[in-house]
C-alpha cells in the first residue's frame, strides 16, 4: 500500500535527503585514486552524525556499512573495502540517513581521475535517464509509465537496464511501496498518486542487463565484467508533479562542475 505524505512530512523528508545530498558532497573531493572506499565510509558515518542523523543502512539488514560503494562492474550494495581507488575507476556511492524519522536515500557514480569516454556516456546517459523518469512522476500516471521512460531512453543506446534492482517508495522505512522498476509498459502498474514519496534509481549496465550476486552476499556486479552505473533521487508528488527532494549541486560545487540539469527539470515543471 502506498503511505501518501502530508506536506508538512515531505519537508522533514526533504530534510533527511538533504543531509544525504551534504553528505555526497562532501564525499566528491575525497574521491580520488589511493583512497578506500572503507575510509570513504568511516568520514560519510562522522559526517551524518554531525548534522544530527543516524546512518540509514549501517545495522539495516544486516548491512555493516553506512555507504554501499560499487566500483566498476559492481552495480549496487558493494561493501566498502581497504583496496584503494584506482586512476579510471568508477564508484556509486549510495547513502542513506534518518533524520526526524525519515529516510533520505540516494546515490551518485563518481569517476575517479580520468575516466575512458565510454565509460562517461555511460555515466551521462544514465544521469539523463533518471530525470527522463521523473518527469513522469505524475498524479494519474503509473509505474509502468516512469520505468517505460527510463528503460526506452537507455536501451536506445544499447545499454542493459538491470531487472533484478528496482527503485522503491521511500518514508519511515528505508523500502516502501511501489516498487519502482527501470523498466515496464506504458499505462501498467500502480497509479501514481498526490503525496507519495519515491527513489527512483536507474541501475545501467554498459553490456548485458544479466547480474550475479558475489559471495559477501551483498555485492550485485554484471555477468559479463563491463561497467555499471547507478543515480538516485528522492522525489515527491506535489500538486500533481514531482518536486526533487534531494540534490547533486553539493557535488557539483565540490567538483567546480556547471550544471544546470536541475534548474532545467525545475523551470521545466513550472510551466508544464
Not at 6 to 31: D, P, Q
Not at 177 to 182: A, G, L, Q, V
Not at 189 to 214: C, D, F, R, W, Y
Not at 237 to 247: A, D, M
Request: include cysteine.
Amino acid at each position: 500500500m502506498i503511505i501518501p505524505k502530508t506536506l508538512e512530512e515531505i519537508e522533514l523528508m526533504r530534510e533527511s535527503a538533504l543531509v544525504v545530498s551534504r553528505t555526497l558532497g562532501m564525499l566528491a573531493t575525497e574521491v580520488k585514486p589511493g583512497v578506500t572506499t572503507n575510509y570513504l565510509d568511516k568520514i560519510a558515518e562522522e559526517f551524518i552524525r554531525d548534522q544530527g542523523a543516524v546512518p540509514g543502512f549501517l545495522g539495516l539488514y544486516g548491512c555493516p556499512s553506512t555507504l554501499l560503494t560499487s566500483v566498476n562492474e559492481a552495480v549496487v550494495h558493494g561493501l566498502p573495502t581497504d583496496k584503494p581507488l584506482e586512476e579510471g575507476d568508477i564508484v556509486a556511492i549510495d547513502c542513506g540517513a534518518v533524520k526526524n524519522e525519515f529516510y533520505g536515500d540516494h546515490a551518485y557514480t563518481f569517476e575517479v581521475g580520468e575516466v575512458d569516454a565510454e565509460v562517461k556516456k555511460l555515466l551521462q546517459v544514465t544521469k539523463e535517464s533518471l530525470y527522463i523518469g521523473i518527469r513522469e512522476l505524475r498524479v494519474g500516471k503509473r509505474v509502468g509509465d516512469v520505468g517505460y521512460a527510463i528503460q526506452q531512453y537507455c536501451e536506445s543506446f544499447g545499454y542493459g537496464v538491470v531487472r533484478e534492482l528496482v527503485g522503491h517508495g521511500l518514508g519511515k522505512k528505508l523500502h516502501e511501496d511501489p516498487e519502482m522498476p527501470n523498466y515496464g509498459r506504458r499505462g501498467r502498474g500502480k497509479k501514481l498518486i498526490e503525496g507519495m514519496t519515491v527513489a527512483i534509481e536507474p541501475m545501467i549496465n554498459m553490456g548485458t542487463h544479466q547480474v550475479s550476486q558475489l559471495k559477501d552476499g551483498w555485492t550485485i556486479v554484471t555477468r559479463d565484467g563491463k561497467p555499471s552505473a547507478h543515480f538516485e533521487h528522492n522525489i515527491a508528488i506535489v500538486n500533481g508533479k514531482p518536486e526533487l527532494l534531494s540534490t547533486f549541486g553539493y557535488i557539483y560545487e565540490a567538483l567546480g562542475i556547471d550544471s544546470d540539469e536541475e534548474k532545467e527539470f525545475r523551470q521545466q515543471e513550472l510551466v508544464l
